[in-house]
T-cell receptor, first 114, second 111 residues
Framework: EADIYQTPRYLVIGTGKKITLECSQTMGHDKMYWYQQDPGMELHLIHY???????EKGDLSSESTVSRIRTEHFPLTLESARPSHTSQYLC?????????????FGQGTRLTVV | GNSVTQMEGPVTLSEEAFLTINCTYT??????LFWYVQYPGEGLQLLLKATKADDKGSNKGFEATYRKETTSFHLEKGSVQVSDSAVYFC??????????WGAGTKLIIKP
């Protein structure tokens, strides 16, 4: 069973607010990811990390930022939310090496910016 | 570059029908191939995988065979249930072990 948690599950927030989406995993995985999922269901990688103090931008440009101060924690921050940020955000983790590596996903945060 | 192409959805079937969701890929080297499933309101979870040519992954009645000659990994199930309604994602791991995702196929099973 996957042990990766995202909070909140749902968030409605006003334009211009600062928000942080939380993601934690208890599996000791080095690699963590943030995906943005559009209404058509397609997944877009926006950030990933290989371990503590490692953060990389993904394929889709995003105004969000991430940090990785602890192995288990990979929060995503939007300094000033806009309606264009409305989306589903999925966090995932995996072991570091190997092409057979399975990714484990949290349940997602559905963000609505009004 | 590496890419995954899935059949467009939604795919709508009646209960007990035979299911095929097509997936083809482009990759350098010998990627591993995966099917993930996303049930409504949930994150993704691994359904099955295959790590080399001619391998067959299977789980929960679903199967997919790694076909290198046709660069395909089609998902099949002999008799679908309403509870199989979900979005299905085909994926591969590239040389740097990054997951490359298909666009997802929504499956709707009607009673």
């Amino acid at each position: 069973e996957a042990d990766i948690y995202q909070t909140p599950r749902y968030l409605v927030i006003g334009t211009g607010k600062k928000i942080t989406l939380e993601c934690s995993q208890t599996m000791g995985h080095d690699k963590m990811y943030w995906y943005q999922q559009d209404p058509g269901m397609e997944l877009h990688l926006i950030h990933y990390s290989y371990g503590v103090n490692s953060t990389e931008k993904g394929d889709l440009s995003s105004e969000s930022t991430v940090s990785r101060i602890r192995t288990e924690h990979f929060p995503l921050t939007l300094e000033s939310a806009r309606p264009s940020h409305t989306s589903q955000y999925l966090c995932a983790s995996s072991e570091l090496g190997g092409e057979n590596t399975e990714a484990f996903f949290g349940q997602g945060t559905r963000l609505t910016v009004v | 570059g590496n890419s995954v192409t899935q059949m467009e959805g939604p795919v709508t079937l009646s209960e007990e029908a035979f299911l095929t969701i097509n997936c083809t890929y482009t990759a350098t080297g010998y990627p591993s191939l995966f099917w993930y499933v996303q049930y409504p309101g949930e994150g993704l979870q691994l359904l099955l995988k295959a790590t080399k040519a001619d391998d067959k992954g299977s789980n929960k009645g679903f199967e997919a065979t790694y076909r290198k000659e046709t660069t395909s990994f089609h998902l099949e199930k002999g008799s679908v249930q309403v509870s199989d309604s979900a979005v299905y994602f085909c994926a591969l791991t590239a040389r740097n072990y990054q997951l490359i995702w298909g666009a997802g196929t929504k499956l709707i099973i009607k009673p």
